[in-house]
């Protein structure tokens, strides 16, 4: 009976370090949500308080730790920290146990932990400027084709069906939009991330997350134009949108196409 018990602990092991690697992962993404859309290097220099500018020391700059045991302020000046810090690296910290527990050491775990990553930050990004950088979209485009020779989920063919189909899905869309309303609706960076969403997820990947992004964005984006008052003119970006629905498809899109293949139509 000790074989299990053998067994769980390098789970256990294999848990935790994927749980403190996400996490130093997601600290550095923090340095490139902050510093790539002011076109600063995201090398150097290391970390310092965006408010009194000193620099951060090592045992400040824990990931989640540093930020409970200063109480979510500066130690040099007293000023909050963005409940950001910690809020990005806890995603990627869980994102990166959820995959492990669901993979282990398989390709697939790297590969999907970069496409969320990827779209963390864009999201980040997103909602922060109303920009998607070309720099993240585009070589996320080549990536997701790059892994789909990686994997035994999306062919090669898939991924590039899945590149077409959300690009040009998305670019019709905006030509329709601006021909109506005469102003862009769609932003060029919307229509690079789905690309990308396509790349790594294939045409049934692109079609669920139009899906989910397209009535979360409205369940969310109504009750928020409403209430600013600017009516349905006021711009939002679509970018988290997008995120959220190729997540979901990520944890539940198979889950949702066997559902739907086999219950609604009856194959
Ligand atoms: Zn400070």
């Not at 409970?68 to 869980?94: D, F, M, Q, T």
């Not at 999306?154 to 109506?180: C, E, P």
Request: charged share 10%.
């Amino acid at each position: 009976m000790n074989e299990p018990l053998v067994a769980s602990i390098p789970l256990i092991g294999g848990q935790i370090a994927s749980f403190v690697a996400g996490a130093i992962l997601g600290s550095f993404y923090n340095v490139v949500i902050h510093r790539l859309p002011l076109g600063q290097s995201i090398v150097r220099p290391g970390s310092r308080c965006p408010s009194c500018g000193n620099a951060l020391a090592a045992y400040d700059n824990i990931p989640l730790l540093s930020f409970l045991i200063l109480g979510g302020k500066c130690r040099h000046c007293g000023s909050a920290i963005s409940n950001r810090y910690p809020l990005v690296e806890a995603i990627s910290a869980i994102l990166a146990l959820v995959l492990f527990r669901r993979y282990g050491l398989h390709p697939q775990l790297p590969i999907e932990f970069i496409f969320c990553s990827l779209l963390l930050i864009i999201t980040m990004i997103d909602l922060d400027t109303m920009e998607i950088p070309n720099v993240l979209s585009i070589p996320g485009i080549a990536l997701g084709f790059g892994f789909s020779f990686l994997t035994p989920r999306l062919s090669w063919s898939g991924s590039l069906l899945g590149i077409a189909l959300g690009g040009g899905v998305f670019y019709l869309i905006a030509v329709l939009f601006y021909l109506v309303r005469r102003k862009e609706g769609l932003g060029g960076g919307d229509i690079k991330l789905l690309a990308m969403i396509g790349a790594f997820l294939g045409w049934k990947g692109v079609i669920f997350t139009i899906l989910v992004s397209s009535v979360s964005g409205i369940i969310i984006a109504i009750p928020l134009m409403w209430r600013s008052g600017n009516g349905l003119g006021s711009a939002l970006p679509f970018g988290p949108f997008l995120a959220l629905g190729a997540v979901s498809y990520v944890f539940w899109g198979q889950l949702f196409f066997h559902w739907y293949f086999s219950t609604l139509l009856g194959m």
